[in-house]
Structures are given as C-alpha cells and as structure tokens.
C-alpha cells in the first residue's frame, strides 16, 4: 500500500480509484502549511499539488515517484528541484480548459456590459437612479476584436467561443498561433488592434510583468483585460494606472499575483470584476481533474510512464 498526500482538502469523491492505498489530505477547503508538508512527506510515494510544493518538501520525501500536479499551470511547484531527484512533475491541461474558457467568456461579458458594476449599484443605490433607457450603456461583444495570448487549449477554446458571440479573433503565442483558431499576430499587433485582451499564457520569466505599463500604453483606448491565466502575468500598479486614465475600460481577472491577498483598489475599482481563481471551480471538472491526477500516479506506480511529464524525466 502507497501514500498519497495531497497538499489542499480537495472533494475526496474524485480520488475514489486510489481507495486501496493511504490517502493524507487536509479537511476540505483548508491546506496544509509547510510545517505539515514536511512532516508528511518522508512517507509519501505520490504528492496530488494543489499548491505550493517547494524544494524543502521534495528533498523530504525521499520515497517520493511522483508530484501530480492539480491543475494546467505547475509554477508553484519547484520542478527543478523535482527533477534533481529524479521526479517527475505532471500537469492536467485536458480537464481544466472547458471550464477555464468559460469563464474568460464571463469575465468578458460582465465587463463589456458593466454586469459586476450594475449588479454593485442595484444593491447600493436607489433604483429610480438607475432605470432608465440610455443610462449606464455597455459594450455588445459582436463585432468586437479579441485578442488572445497564448493560444493553447483553454486559449483555442476562448477563441471558438467568442465567435459564437460575434467576435473578430487573434492570437499571439510564442509557440506559434494556429491560423484556423486565430489570426497570428506579434504581440504589439495585438494590443494595438484588440477591443478585449484576453490572457491564457503560462507564468514563466518571460511573461512575468507581461502586461506592463509600456504594454498597456500600446493598448487601443476604453479597451478591456481578462487574466484567467496567473497574475504575476499582470503588473497590477500598471493596471491601476490604465484604469484611471481610461486607457483600459474594464478588467475581469480571477488570478492576482499574491493570492489570496487582493489589492483593494482592484476590489473596489467599479469596472473590475474579480472572482478567487475559480477558473476551475465546477463539480464535474474537480472530479474529473483528481481522476486525471490518479491514473497519473496509478501509471507511475505500475511502472508506466505518465502523460504531461513537464520537467523532462
């Protein structure tokens, strides 16, 4: 029998397959901290991150085959040190891009259509101030230009489903964009000429600060920014900055790059939407991420190797 520990309360349902072995995880809904990670892991063989995974943990667990990574993007886990150890660090980019896609479109449209802000001002003021044809008038999404970078799966995905709404589509990734999901562009291309950005790039040191105060000046006037991706991709001063001037019109972003903490002039900025990095956040998709994550480990401890291998074991 083999030890499975899982760094956050994930819905157990979905890891039901590993029943026959030991599974360490945290109440639902908490995390375990550091500490707790260190003195769990010298008994692990398998390690479900959900979270932060560092170099101190992996070099503990010492009968550690592998770090199964909850989730597309793994920059919270120290692959480096995984692979100094001989681990291998998987990811799940299949299971997650349906749902995360979805919510860029949402994001999107209750920012082009001011749905966060109306939904604040219904609550807050009278109503005789807000009825009214003409008043507080939003952005239709047909006919407007989308501009996506990175145009991997939850990128491509974005892409078809902004069409269904309307919307012209381009993309830039480093790796290349596919014509028939949307037009390539280079990167300033994109901001010059898109209504909406909208962000589905990994965190890596290339795209950290990627949307910076230069690139925002780049951006076409009362256009909007969705970050469904990370937010460190986001220099969040310079996001102020554009807010205030107008040069941006809105943002919609559920990832910030010191979660959970969120500057509170993003939260109390009337044309930012915010949600807590629930890109994810649906049953069905939860349970189907922790079964990836099993047949991954399942794989490993049956001598296979695994699909998504992301640090070159």
């Known amino acids: 029998m083999a030890t499975i520990l899982i760094t956050h309360g994930i819905p157990k ?15 639902p809904l908490q995390a375990f901290s550091e500490e707790e990670l260190l003195r769990h892991a010298p008994a692990a063989d398998a390690i479900v991150a959900g979270g932060r995974v560092s170099a101190a943990v992996i070099r503990a667990a010492g009968r550690l085959k ?15 040190a995984a692979r100094e150890a001989g681990v291998p660090v998987t990811n799940i980019p299949d ?12 994001l999107m449209l209750s920012v082009t259509r001011r749905i966060g802000e109306m939904n604040l001002r219904m609550r807050k003021e009278a109503p005789e101030t807000l009825f009214g044809m003409g008043r507080y008038m939003g952005q239709s999404l047909h006919g407007l230009t989308l501009g ?27 790796r290349g964009c596919d014509p028939d999901v949307a037009q390539p562009v280079s990167f300033d291309e994109l901001l010059q000429k898109s209504d909406v950005v909208s ?58 790059p010191d979660e959970p903490h969120v500057p509170a002039a993003l939260l109390l900025h009337d044309r930012v939407v915010c949600t807590p990095h629930v890109g994810t956040n649906t ?24 699909q998504n291998i992301v640090n070159g074991l």
């Open 13 to 27: 349902e979905g890891f039901s397959i590993l029943s026959e072995h030991s599974i360490i995880m945290p109440p």
């Open 148 to 174: 996506i970078v990175g145009c991997g799966r939850i990128g491509s995905r974005t892409a078809q489903l902004a069409r269904a709404f309307g919307m012209k589509v381009m993309g830039y990734s480093r």
């Open 283 to 306: 049953a069905l998709t939860r349970f189907e991420m922790a079964q990836a994550c099993c047949m991954q480990i399942l794989d490993v401890f049956s001598g296979k190797r695994p």
């Open 199 to 256: 962000l589905h790039c990994p965190l890596t040191e290339e795209t950290r600060g990627l949307m910076n105060r230069d690139a925002f000046g780049k951006m076409k006037d009362s256009s909007f920014l969705i970050n469904t991706a990370r937010g460190a991709v986001v220099d969040t001063a310079a996001l102020l900055e554009a807010l205030e001037s107008g040069k941006v019109a809105g943002a919609g972003l559920d990832v910030f």
């Open 95 to 106: 299971t997650v891009t349906r749902d995360t896609a979805e919510l860029a479109l949402g």
């Open 66 to 80: 592998i770090i199964a990574n909850y989730g597309a993007g793994y920059d919270a886990v120290d692959v480096q």
